[in-house]
């Protein structure tokens, strides 16, 4: 599993004065000196767990350590779930592209934005293109016109070598 959860002090390894104690089903119990915790936590056979160290007094939680661990790795679980990266999906583009495929490049983007995918728009100059760089930029305002409806434009077009780059994200 990850390596994220930080091992919790049980029993004797907990070294405060006095500790917020939290019941087997999360109930307050109230401060408690850690003495008397761990013998609320020892009549009750089970484990006086340190859960927030950087609390005013600490909190503890009275619980059996090997369920305490299990419900922390469901939590991580059910967290792990429910993330998502972005991808940063490419579309390259010519200066002197049809209209009809451009269209259809416009609907592949259209499809990752939906998706919730950056796309990243390169229009790729070649030889004597490079002199016409700055009249091709209507190529890639047309683009984003184009999905103006799902995307804005997070960065605008700037030359990057042989390509002029533009970013485009899912409207929020």
């Not at 950087?54 to 991580?76: M, N, S, T």
């Not at 990266?85 to 259209?110: C, F, G, M, Y």
């Not at 047309?142 to 434009?153: I, K």
Request: some cysteine; hydrophobic content about 40%; proline content about 3%.
């Amino acid at each position: 599993m990850g390596g994220t959860i930080i091992d919790n002090l049980i029993n004797e390894q907990i070294r405060a004065k006095e500790v917020r104690l939290l019941g087997e089903e999360g109930q307050q119990l109230g401060i408690f000196s850690l003495q008397d915790a761990l013998a609320k936590a020892e009549e009750a056979e089970v484990d006086l767990v340190l859960i927030a160290p950087k609390a005013e007094p600490p909190v503890c939680r009275i619980i059996d350590y090997g369920k305490f661990r299990y419900e922390q790795l469901q939590r991580e679980k059910e967290a792990k779930k429910k993330q998502r990266t972005v991808d940063v999906k490419e579309i390259r583009l010519s200066p002197n592209i049809d209209v009809n495929d451009i269209k259809t490049k416009a609907n592949n983007a259209r499809k990752f934005i939906e998706k919730g995918d950056k796309v990243k728009v390169a229009l790729r100059f070649r030889g004597r293109e490079m002199a016409h760089m700055n009249e091709s930029k209507h190529i890639l305002d047309d683009f984003a016109e184009m999905l103006a409806d799902v995307a804005n434009v997070d960065k605008p077009p700037k030359v990057e070598g042989r390509n002029m780059v533009m970013f485009l994200t899912k409207k929020k």
